[in-house]
């Protein structure tokens, strides 16, 4: 299946440097929002910057955790953040996303690991 997801262009940034392998995904409270508890390996998943640059890439594990606390300490930072490899600053950055930290506390939270389609 083919997904399509916005993404700010830092993290975008870093999706085409190589340098973040695991995209962190929450399931927003309320309808109309996305459930990534769907997604499956070998899913596809197009992202879109804000700027609209477009990057395809190929979904490797889907891993469920219960708090960003959680899947940083099992994950890491090196491939999760793209905006530092402090974990209490990632921790802190990600709960600032809009509807995250709520929506972390009641539905958990995803490490969607990612790869970039080659052309």
Do not use: Q, W
């Amino acid at each position: 299946m083919k997904y399509n997801f916005d993404i700010n262009n830092r993290a975008f940034n870093a999706i085409k440097n190589k340098t973040k392998r695991v995209e962190i995904r929450a399931t927003k409270l309320g309808e109309n929002h996305f459930d990534y508890g769907i997604l499956k390996s070998g899913d596809e998943i197009e992202f879109k910057s804000y700027d609209g640059e477009i990057i395809n890439c190929v979904v490797g594990d889907v891993n469920h955790y219960d708090s960003i606390e959680e899947l940083l300490t099992l994950e890491g930072t090196r491939y999760t953040l793209s905006s530092t490899n402090d974990f209490k600053a990632g921790v802190k950055s990600i709960n600032s996303i809009n509807g995250y930290e709520e929506a972390i506390k009641v539905n958990g939270v995803y490490a969607i690991h990612i790869t970039p389609i080659e052309k």
